[in-house]
């Protein structure tokens, strides 16, 4: 890979750029010298609780200035699918105040009323309850027409010292559980429906976009349904153990220790390529 190549960058946030309140290590001098040399960063997340004025603001905090209009997340995929695909549906958001106010400022009818729910919506929420599942329940199991769907695939979100928190995927299961209805979509990386939505606003091209993230099942898999180059950066989920025992599908064409190894001119020394890579394509990146 030759980063003379790549025109944009996207960044996942958590166990990427950040963990918790403290930016990675060399995370700040990456993105401005990737700014410095012209190419277009996006932060990705798939982390529904915030706005992206929330993740913007938290960037800039930790010395990385960010606008919002460079901060894709779940949640705009998530808004984009149901005026799309379900426009004029009654929407059961399970999720926390940014849900609601996105899907509010789209005009989508909020209800919690399981006779009238078309959708629910299952999200990271820590505000999830047992009233929230009885009317998932009601909707879905009781009077069979809402369909469901989840904001985000991620079990649980990295914190600082190896802790997290549980995910849309456990509030997804706990809906699953009770109701025996399937999650029919879901929204955020790896979906290519979140890169098309990203395309569309800032005009990336797949094939010259370099997508970095932490989580193999989420951001790199993103990068191969999507058609961009995938960097693993081993400073969230991901060791060198899992990366070994993870199905070729997921291998990344990059490994970088830490965020600023992507800075050494040339070919790095330490740069590993995944040798499960079609014949041919190493080369092409190299
Ligand atoms: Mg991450």
Not at 16 to 42: C, M, N, Q, S
Not at 222 to 243: K, P, S
Request: charged share 20%.
């Amino acid at each position: 890979m030759i980063l003379d190549e790549i025109e944009s960058v996207i960044l996942d946030l958590d166990g990427t750029v950040y963990l918790g309140e403290a930016a990675l290590p060399g995370a700040i001098r990456t993105v401005t010298a990737l700014r410095d040399a012209g190419k277009r960063i996006i932060f990705c997340s798939n982390n529904p609780t915030k706005h992206p004025e929330d993740y913007a603001a938290k960037l800039t905090r930790l010395g990385i200035p960010a606008d919002p209009a460079e901060v894709f997340t779940s949640l705009a995929a998530t808004v984009r699918w149901v005026l799309t695909t379900m426009p004029g549906a009654a929407v059961f958001p399970i999720g926390e105040q940014p849900l609601h106010d996105a899907l509010t400022a789209a005009g989508v009818d909020i209800c919690d009323d399981p006779a009238r729910i078309d959708l629910v919506i299952s999200s990271y929420d820590r505000t999830f309850d047992y009233r929230k599942l009885q009317i998932a329940f009601d909707a879905l199991w009781f009077h069979r027409r809402a369909r469901l769907v989840a904001t985000n695939p991620d079990r649980f979100c990295p914190f600082p010292g190896g802790r997290g928190e549980p995910d849309a995927a456990s509030i997804t299961a706990a809906i699953n559980a009770c109701t025996g209805v399937a999650c029919e979509a879901v929204f955020g990386k790896p979906e290519a429906g979140l890169l098309d939505m990203i395309a569309d606003a800032t005009g990336l091209v797949p094939a010259t976009t370099l997508m970095i993230g932490d989580r193999l099942s989420t951001d790199i898999r993103f990068a191969h349904n999507t058609g961009m180059i995938g960097a693993l950066v081993l400073t969230g989920e991901t060791d060198r153990a899992m990366l070994a025992a993870a199905p070729a599908a997921d291998h990344p064409h990059v490994v970088l220790e830490r965020l600023d190894d992507l800075l050494v001119a040339a070919l790095p020394a330490d740069t590993e390529f995944a040798d499960t890579e079609p014949a041919g394509t190493q080369a092409d990146r190299s």
